[in-house]
């Protein structure tokens, strides 16, 4: 299988220019366990697609309030970069959401509800009439970004002048949402129907198999690391990682830029 690795002596490949990539997947033929008999892990992972548009969406408008605000024109074309990566991003899984999850029976409304009430409510932009308090909170929404895509360089701009309060919270919460949503697809799946303690005990087994994440270190170690004030997402991933697996990836090789 095809994975982004971590090597003991990476080379910074230097500044890169970040690009939206209209990758393209056919997932007409594609079966709903992708992974054969493996339906936790393969759920666990489709979910993304289900999360991701919304998610995505959100990453655009946060970068969108941010982008007049930094002052470093290199940072700014980093920042629209990243805006139009993510609005490819989000529109490829909602393509994927439509087109595999629903024609396979799944329905995913109750997820997506919850969804949008995290984003729209929990994760939205503060009213207040107090510059500090609307800055604090677009850092906060800033750093959560970060944390889930592994892209800092924003933040070393707006760093200074944030209060850096609860930047453990939302991570939490991203992880309880997670997991709830694999519980869901699990007990909803139309072709396996899986308790919470038979999912449990299958992706236990997807992970000694090395198919996914150990919770422990997903939901655990890596959860923890959020909470040290000192932590920078380059502990879980690097530019040299990332330009490494898009020199394989042949959904990357094949896509218009
Ligand atoms: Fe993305």
Known sequence: MLRPQRFETEVDPGPIQIQARKVHFDVADVPLHWIPRHPVASNMISLLNIVLPSAERWFVATYNEALPLG??????????????????????????????????????????????????????????????????????RLWLIAAIEHYTAVLGDFSLNCAWDDYGADPTMVDTFFQRGVSYLSKNDPEARLTWWRTQRLRMRDSKLDLLPKYRKLFGSNTLMYFKPSFSPEEMGSTAQAVAYLAISPAARTAHL
């Open 71 to 140: 002052k470093d024109p290199k940072l700014a074309e980093d920042m629209r970069g990243f805006i139009g990566q993510e609005a490819t991003h989000a529109d490829v899984h909602d393509k994927v959401l439509h087109e595999f999850m629903f024609t396979h029976g799944v329905d995913p409304t109750p997820i997506l509800d919850q969804i949008e009430y995290a984003f729209e409510k929990i994760l939205s932009p503060s009213d207040s009439s107090d510059p500090k308090t609307r800055l604090n909170n677009l850092c906060d």
